[in-house]
């Protein structure tokens, strides 16, 4: 009996594991399809800078339509994508749409403004392709590198350690900004910092979700922040959901802003109209002098 059951037990797992292994299939194969099929789009979420409270980045983030599947989280795609060969001609097409809107949005949201762009170290393995295509890219759009940001998160420097750290310093050598995203996450935070060229940390939005006065929490973003002072470069707090949020990390005098207290992402059309400024700051946190 118990034997039966466990061999019943055995089967239905499998089965399991076989429907969802065809489901990735069947996902791995349209998510092939997307591009020509014109289901991705981009969304853009704004930075702001604590200083006045002005529109100064903007983070570009991948969405996928499918007509049956629905809106698949990247979450979802993206790993899906790494792990089927797909990441390139995603991440190229990001890159290329991205870059395509940029020059109007300098125009409307000033010199400094800086479009971000995430990048998987698996998009990294032909460096002369990468370097070719970025280049072909910002000359096409009349772009230097300076209002380029690209995202690496710190978890995936853990491998692709040297592939990423010849990609990331040609980048450089154009203007190009490299900011370390989901900052905290990973493993070993420090050494990266004198490894990689780095020029923004970017404080993981969990951090910033779990923390009240006096929480660990609290202790990393401060200190998160102390570190990027101290050694120059830039910090962006994502994930701020309220003001509360925000008083403490101005507090600890954190420069740039990302979440849905400002605004979720937005339709590549909409971002363009978003206001320079975020005019609904509550009177005590106004912009303060610096
Ligand atoms: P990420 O780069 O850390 O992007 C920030 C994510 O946090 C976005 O999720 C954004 O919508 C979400 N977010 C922003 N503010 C808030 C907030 O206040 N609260 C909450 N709960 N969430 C907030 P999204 O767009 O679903 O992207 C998820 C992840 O997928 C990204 O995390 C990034 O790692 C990856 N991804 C997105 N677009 C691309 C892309 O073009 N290429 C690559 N390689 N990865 C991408
Ligand atoms: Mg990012
Ligand atoms: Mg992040
Ligand atoms: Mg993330």
């Not at 390139?88 to 020059?103: C, M, R, Y």
């Not at 990423?164 to 493993?187: H, M, N, P, Q």
Request: proline fraction near 3%; aromatic fraction near 10%.
């Amino acid at each position: 009996e118990a034997k039966h059951k466990g061999k019943n037990r055995f089967r239905i797992f499998s089965e399991l594991l076989n429907a969802e292994s065809h489901e990735n299939y069947a996902m791995v194969e349209e998510l092939s399809l997307a591009i020509e099929r014109n289901q991705l789009s981009l969304a853009v979420q704004p930075i702001y800078s604590s200083e006045d409270y002005r529109l100064v980045k903007g983070e570009a983030l991948v969405r996928w339509h499918h007509p049956q599947f629905g809106s698949v989280s990247p979450e979802v795609f993206i790993p899906l994508a790494e792990k089927h060969g797909l990441i390139q001609q995603i991440g190229n097409w990001v890159l290329a749409e991205s870059l395509k809107k940029l020059p109007h949005w300098i125009d409307v949201f000033g010199n400094d403004f800086q479009l971000s762009i995430n990048k998987s170290p698996f998009e990294f393995y032909d460096h002369d392709d990468c370097m070719l295509l970025l280049k072909h890219l910002l000359h096409e759009n009349g772009l230097s590198g300076y209002n380029l940001i690209i995202e690496i998160t710190e978890h995936s420097l853990l491998e692709h350690t040297d592939v990423t750290e010849r990609i990331l310093a040609s980048y450089s050598a154009l203007g190009v900004k490299i900011a370390i995203d989901d900052f905290g996450t990973g493993y070993s935070s420090l050494s990266y910092l004198k490894r990689y060229v780095v020029n923004i940390l970017k404080i993981d939005r969990l951090f910033v979700a779990e923390m009240t006065a006096n929480s660990i929490e609290y202790q990393l973003c401060k200190g998160i922040i102390n570190l990027a002072k101290s050694i120059g470069v830039q910090v962006v707090a994502e994930g701020v959901e309220d003001d509360s949020q925000l008083a403490l990390l101005l507090s600890m005098g954190c420069e740039f802003y990302q979440g849905y207290f400002f605004s979720k992402p937005v339709s590549v059309a909409e971002f363009g109209h978003l206001p320079g400024r975020f005019n609904h700051v509550p009177e005590n946190l106004a912009a303060q002098p610096r």
